[in-house]
């Protein structure tokens, strides 16, 4: 029987990229749109940043309210998940939008160089963004953009502020930061068995190792993400035309790793969230 894995798409990011790829959605009814198409097309999870009319990284607690209305209209079950990290935010704002209670939230559990930048998340922020999740019922979903944050999650745990079961994140192939290679992506599976027993996972390959990693992390256990935030391409030579298409084309790699799309609520059931709202 195939295993049922969970497809995210990630669909906006914070850098501006328009230009580069005028598939990425901006304003809030792109992006329902584009999230529309992409659930139709067997993504169960949306990860969501939103943006200034400008295309600059916003915190506006409105814009997201009008995102997680457009959604609950058009894909009622889709498990919405908020992003609380992102360059260009005032760090006291970033979890501005938790008080509307999204089913999940990205939290990044430590800091790391990216191509050219600092990604700061300083220990009291990651502390107090921690708490409001656990104050409003938010799944966290834990960024590990270096292996000193899974240890630092599992710390989390240890001090009551992350309730286990666990949703992490490993994030591979930015510049700097962890390299997308098979053998560090096992030691971090064998590390996470320990540190956080029961954890979900997924292994998510930005750029031009997005495939690569999709189809590791469906090999090894894993749920998938993809998305224009990502990748902006389908290939070397070919601009992704949607989200949706970034989706289909993981979903494609169902048949050779013996998986299949879950659906919502097998999806809900598996993290361990409330039932759609
Ligand atoms: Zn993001």
């Known amino acids: ?29 792109e992006q329902i749109e584009s999230t529309h198409e992409a659930y139709e097309a067997g993504a169960v999870l949306a990860h969501i940043h939103v943006r200034n009319p400008d295309e600059s990284s916003s915190s506006d607690p ?6 997680q209305e457009g959604l609950r209209k058009h894909c009622p079950d889709m498990i919405q998940q908020f992003s609380t990290g992102g ?13 509307l209670k999204p089913d999940m939230a990205s939290l990044a559990t430590g800091s790391v160089n990216f191509k050219t ?29 270096d292996l000193a944050m899974l240890y630092n999650a ?16 490993f994030v591979l192939g930015i510049p700097n930061a962890l390299p997308p290679r098979r053998k560090v992506v096992e ?14 996972w997924t292994a998510a390959g930005i750029g031009r190792h997005q495939r690569e990693m999709a189809r590791l992390s469906l090999e ?22 949607s989200n949706a298409a970034l989706v289909k084309q993981c979903i494609a790699l169902c048949e050779e790793t013996d998986t299949r799309p879950a659906t919502p609520a097998e999806a809900r059931e598996m993290l361990d969230l409330r039932a759609a709202a």
Do not use: C, W
């Not at 600092?118 to 590990?144: F, G, W």
């Not at 971090?188 to 979900?200: I, N, Q």
């Open 154 to 169: 599992a710390d989390l745990v240890k001090r009551g502020l992350l309730k286990p079961p666990a949703h992490v994140q």
């Open 187 to 200: 030691f971090m599976l064998s590390e996470l068995e320990e540190f956080l027993p029961g954890a979900t």
């Open 117 to 145: 930048i600092v990604y700061e998340n300083v220990p009291s922020l990651v502390d107090d963004l921690a708490k409001a999740m656990l104050n409003y019922e938010i799944k966290p979903e834990i960024e590990i953009f």
């Open 62 to 67: 409105a814009l997201f309210a009008q995102i």
């Open 87 to 99: 360059r260009g935010r005032d760090p006291a704002e970033r979890g501005s939008s938790l008080r």
């Open 1 to 29: 029987m195939p295993r049922p894995a969970i497809f995210a798409v990630a669909i906006t990011g914070s850098i501006p990229r328009k230009k580069d790829n005028p598939a990425v959605p901006v304003t809030p009814d």
């Open 220 to 241: 090894l256990g894993g749920h998938v993400r993809t998305g224009l935030e990502d990748n902006i391409k389908l290939d070397r030579h070919t601009l992704a035309p």
